[in-house]
T-cell receptor, first 117, second 111 residues
Framework: GAVVSQHPSRVICKSGTSVKIECRSLDFQATTMFWYRQFPKQSLMLMATSNEGSKATYEQGVEKDKFLINHASLTLSTLTVTSAHPEDSSFYIC?????????????FGSGTQLSVL | SQELEQSPQSLIVQEGKNLTINCTSSKTLYGLYWYKQKYGEGLIFLMMLQKGGEEKSHEKITAKLDEKKQQSSLHITASQPSHAGIYLCGADEGGSEKLVFGKGTKLTVNP
């Protein structure tokens, strides 16, 4: 099946710094990728839709200047958490859209646990 | 927007027991996806259902979508510790690429 690689898997940073998370489709091209955020014991909340070569589409309530998304190639989308604060600590996970053999159309990365001190 | 309610929120069963997890939508489901997740890790795709009345099985897991396409169930037969995790249902928002997820069901299987 399609493989999506997400890096880093875990990051700890100081308040005020910026953190970049990468999401790569390894064996397919993804024109559309999605970024989710998940708090403990909560479901995945869609943050934004990342489209290759164009601006990302953000969900209501998500600050686009806070969470910068770049999808410069068909295999790479990045999420940068700018000026991170403790309330940004969360689990971030990306997914890439492609047709799967079993009917799935999204393949997920393994996620990034962000801890802001 | 579409909302998905999952029940129960958590479930503890003894190894070997059967169990069912439900996912109910406020709107008609165009596509219903079941995933398994261990918190802090990625999602593992289990099954996708699209047609009313559809049922799919893989190993000891069976998923069904009701005729009205507003409710789905995930049934695990003879549960094992390896089945433990968080089960999430996700649905198409009116046929778009976006998936909306339920809050998940945390399953614990005691040996």
């Amino acid at each position: 099946g399609a493989v999506v690689s997400q890096h880093p898997s875990r990051v700890i940073c100081k308040s005020g710094t910026s953190v970049k998370i990468e999401c790569r489709s390894l064996d397919f091209q993804a024109t559309t990728m999605f970024w989710y955020r998940q708090f403990p014991k909560q479901s995945l909340m869609l943050m934004a839709t990342s489209n290759e070569g164009s601006k990302a589409t953000y969900e209501q309530g998500v600050e686009k200047d806070k969470f910068l998304i770049n999808h410069a190639s068909l295999t790479l989308s990045t999420l940068t958490v700018t000026s991170a604060h403790p309330e940004d600590s969360s689990f971030y996970i990306c997914s890439a859209q492609t047709a799967g053999l079993l009917g799935e159309k999204l393949f997920f990365g393994s996620g990034t646990q962000l801890s802001v001190l | 927007s579409q909302e998905l309610e999952q029940s129960p929120q958590s479930l503890i069963v003894q190894e070997g027991k059967n169990l069912t997890i439900n996912c109910t939508s406020s709107k008609t489901l165009y596509g219903l996806y079941w995933y398994k997740q261990k918190y802090g890790e990625g999602l593992i795709f289990l099954m996708m259902l699209q047609k009313g009345g559809e049922e799919k099985s893989h190993e000891k897991i069976t998923a069904k979508l009701d005729e009205k396409k507003q409710q789905s169930s995930l049934h695990i037969t003879a549960s094992q510790p390896s089945h433990a995790g968080i089960y999430l249902c996700g649905a198409d928002e009116g046929g778009s690429e976006k998936l909306v997820f339920g809050k998940g069901t945390k399953l614990t299987v005691n040996p």
